[in-house]
DNA sequence: ACTGCGGCGATCCTATAGGAAAGTGGATCG
DNA sequence: CGATCCACTTTCCTATAGGATCGCCGCAGT
């Protein structure tokens, strides 16, 4: 039952650090949401399906399971991190509000750099979101249009985020951000405040282009409020 | 030159969980400041000492590289992670300075048991602090007293993290103390804030239990800009 | 009928072996 | 004498095999 005759010519990954790459699937498999929380993840079972040992594997998911994205029992195995319970949700916005008005505040005042990349994100995501609502007057639930909708968001937080000018913050902000896609994940049957999110991000920018009254600390701190109201009216009328 | 004749009767470890035992050892070894900055980790050098096979060091190196501690480069192994620079030192700071803030907002305002819990570490750490004065005046530094002292102050923060109630900046938190006590093996030759921090520590429990004028908040922030600006100072120097 | 228990399958966990890449030293040629 | 090339050593990286543990199902006993 050996069969050592394959060189294994590295079929399924092409020889680019086998680790990462593993990483980097598995990863994109649980923010696809295409397995559901609770779900096991068998080392073997990847391994086969990635034609990949099992050692890279169980690195890959050490490094998941620091980003809580799975969790591990002891001589049990992996599984999807269960969803996020309410109280869960409420310290997530909580931490968020924080991080985030600290990087408004401390990429306070803008350079041209940030004006400009801010402009661009915020284009990015307001045209992101047109689509998404002419999708939706058409009837039509565009998985793939959310995901880009999503993404500009996420692009323009970090937009922010890197102008503040500090990695811990940064890297705070990332694994925040986790945990912030495996929520939506939840709530993905539509985005009902494209028109809201998009004023405010609007407002932000603006605010760093030193136009209105707000600071982009206060600025931020209202677009981060008003998505947990939104967020927390939906799952409640859900 | 092959020995199998050994059952491995698990000498060094007593059969428990062997990647979480070898994370701790590998851990206490960083922090223990025994092992230089840039300093390599072999793989099986490190299996060989522990005496265990090379999977769980790799593990347990994985799951380090996250935390900072460790730095990787493919196909070239594992480093100790270099000293801080002075950007990433004032960084450091300041994101210390959002969280230990926003923790000491949210904890407030404070139950009875954080006015205990607050009260009995704030105790710890003044006696740990006169131990280590009095070992100062002595004329010796004591390597054991100031790690004690240390370790006092940390606990004293994170009774405030656990009252604020929210996970994720707990996290965060200990996420950024392992860089913190990265730093202070740089500087750890003597404390010589003793007496501000134990009275800045006093003033934050004093907020939180309704005396003074400050919020617990503004005492918070008053401690930690203190401890940066006598950091830098001592740091400058030296 | 219900509960305790022992075998069985699946999976995780650890150990060992071999192939590949990077660093190092010496030898050779200009 | 210096630079370059080559071979060697070391180490990492991946693959495979074996031992240990947990959950489950069937069975006996009360």
Redesign the pocket.
Known sequence: ????S???P?RGVE?R???D?VYELILELLLSGEVEPGA??????I?RQL??????V??ALVHLERTGLVT???????RVAPPLGSEELAELFEARLVLETAAARLATPAGPDLVAQLGEAQQRHREAGERVVEALDAGRVDLALTTEYFAADTDFHAVVFRACGNRYLVGMSESLGAQLHRMRQSALRGVTDVHEAVAEHAAVADAFRGLGELTPEQAMERHIVGVRTRSLAQAGRG
Chains 1, 2 share one sequence.
């Not at 039952?1 to 050592?4: I, L």
């Not at 591990?72 to 992996?78: F, H, I, S, T, V």
């Open positions: 039952m050996t069969m050592p394959h060189p294994a590295r020889r650090g086998l680790r790459h096991r993840l068998a080392i073997d079972t391994a034609d990949v040992s099992p050692t890279p169980r690195e591990r029992e002891a001589l049990k195995g992996y």
